[in-house]
């Protein structure tokens, strides 16, 4: 699958969309093909501040958990409350159904040491 | 590292490789969920060719067994399989085995990540005449079908009457016109066949079972999916429900004890632990919440470490509800006892159950 052009993306494998000073966050497709099917994702409460790059929460497939990095820094004004009884929505659909929180942008700036489709792509080719 | 006869196979059709137990073996192919369903309601094709294959001949192999090995390996009919433990001096568990008597000899069956510490075992303890051994680990396949079609799918190309063999019994025949122990054996919980042929034979025999039974939906599946399955099926994994300090008795597998046999290895210290009845044992956990339990949380009972998890997964079979093996305290062991699950700092609250979490409708 080709990367979306309109999203930003980090290293660890996390995109997000910015709209103004709001973000939605998600994992790319090569993260959840290489999770593989995903049981259960934990997320930071609505409210919290998070840091860019800090670890936010899990994602746990059949056989791993694995760590979930926000890419931007912000307050969580919105985690999608659907995946509780349908994590598998990351594995369909991960930059639709399966986003995972929206928060509030402290520092646009941070935007600028993400990722753009193109050059993740290349990350995504190397990791896998 | 290690490849079975079926690596290419594997590596051909896109699936995921990881390590295990010294061989590059097959994790997943489409997705460990839509292989276990596909087991448990059509069938499921498995590279089993990692685990040790030991050939056993001699006059003496039954009663030699029988002296390193919990369950009777004597009374053994031909053609019959047996499951079997061997246990160290203090009743610890160095492997879990399947024997299977055969016209001309026995064939045991250890676990790959043990293969190699089995076969020194049975070395040092082999007797001076009546017992030769030959290892065939890594030169003979196994490829097991596992799952409620999974007969009428073999039939097609068995020459040996599939229906009529029992559970844990086997017959030396043909599939595909390939020399063939068939044996109505497995490790998913659900009805299906091991076959044990020459390593060479392996590649063609896959591709031929796969191709032709694909419209009816059989699927190759990884070791994931068959992790899944066994534990809902309450079938424990060495190194997990059992090791060198858990025992058989620990693991809630007595019934595979014979202590009315004159001696075997362990056999003093399994007896006292069963009659002090004070040791610490394998319970199943349901867990309320959706978080998964995983290997090595601490178990909780009123604020107090009772334990911890030694196997855990999300289980389709048991309504898609977290269902985990844990070794916890005698007083935490009752069915329907409440306990504590901690994760990642939180206690989620779970529930001992009776094993196995799933049984298939007969």
Redesign the interface.
């Known amino acids: 699958m080709a990367q979306p052009e309109d999203l930003v993306y980090s290293k660890e494998h996390e995109w997000a969309k910015v709209d103004g000073d709001s973000a939605t966050i998600g994992v790319t497709d090569y993260a959840q093909n290489a999770l593989?099917?995903i049981?259960?994702v934990?997320l930071p409460k609505v409210g919290a501040r998070i840091a860019q790059f800090a670890n936010v929460g899990?994602i746990?497939?059949?056989?791993a958990?694995s760590d979930l990095y926000t890419p931007i820094s912000g307050e969580v004004v919105e985690v999608n409350e659907a995946l509780?009884n349908d994590p598998a929505a990351v594995n369909r659909d991960p930059y639709g159904a399966g986003w995972l929180l929206k928060v509030k942008v402290s520092d646009p700036n941070e935007i600028k040491s993400l990722l753009s489709a193109a050059d993740y792509e290349k990350i995504a080719a190397d990791a896998g | 590292m290690r490849r079975t006869a079926l690596y290419d196979e594997h590596a051909r059709a896109g699936a995921?490789i990881v390590p295990f137990a010294d061989f590059e073996m097959p994790?997943?192919y489409e997705?460990?969920?839509k292989e276990h369903d596909a087991v448990r309601h059509r069938a499921g094709l498995f590279d089993l060719s990692h685990m040790g294959q030991f050939w056993l001949t001699g006059d003496m192999v039954a009663p030699w067994a029988d002296t390193l090995t919990v369950n009777a390996v004597g009374t053994m009919k031909p053609l019959q399989a047996r499951y079997n433990l061997f246990c160290n001096e203090g009743g610890g568990t160095h492997d879990d085995t399947i024997f299977y008597r055969l016209e001309e000899g026995w064939l045991l069956v250890v676990n790959a990540s043990n293969a190699e510490k089995m076969w020194k075992h049975l070395n040092a303890h082999l007797p001076p005449t009546g017992v030769a051994l030959e290892n065939r680990h890594g030169t003979r396949a196994l490829i097991a079908i596992q799952g409620p079609r999974s007969v009428e799918m073999l039939q097609a190309h068995a020459d040996v009457d599939l229906g009529s063999m029992r559970y844990y019994f086997c017959r030396e025949g043909h599939v595909n016109g390939v020399p063939a122990v068939i044996a109505r054996t497995g490790y998913t919980g659900e009805d299906g066949f091991e076959l044990f042929v020459d390593a060479e034979e392996a590649p063609g025999l896959w591709k031929a079972l796969l191709s032709e039974h694909a419209a009816e939906g059989l699927v190759a599946c990884g070791l994931?999916a068959r992790?899944?399955l066994r534990l809902e099926a309450g079938m424990p994994l060495y190194g997990h429900e059992l090791t060198e300090a858990i025992t058989p008795v620990q693991a809630g597998l007595k019934w595979a004890l014979k202590l009315d046999k004159p001696e075997f290895v362990g056999k003093d210290a399994l007896a006292l632990q069963l009659d002090l009845d004070r040791y610490s044992r394998i319970v199943g956990l349901v867990m309320d919440g959706?978080?998964?339990a995983?290997e090595g949380y601490t178990v909780w009972l009123d604020g107090r470490n009772v334990g911890s998890i030694r196997s855990g997964?999300?289980a389709p079979s048991v309504g898609n509800k977290n269902v985990a093996t844990a070794l916890v305290a005698p007083e935490a062991a009752t069915d329907g006892t409440r306990l504590g699950v901690e994760i990642?700092g939180v206690t989620q609250a779970a529930t001992v159950v009776p094993l196995p979490f799933y049984k298939r409708a007969k």
Do not use: M, N, T
């Open positions: 593989g099917d049981v259960y934990e899990v746990e497939s059949v056989k958990v509780e | 995921r994790v997943q997705g460990i969920l994931g992790d899944v959706r978080a998964p995983r997964s999300i990642r």
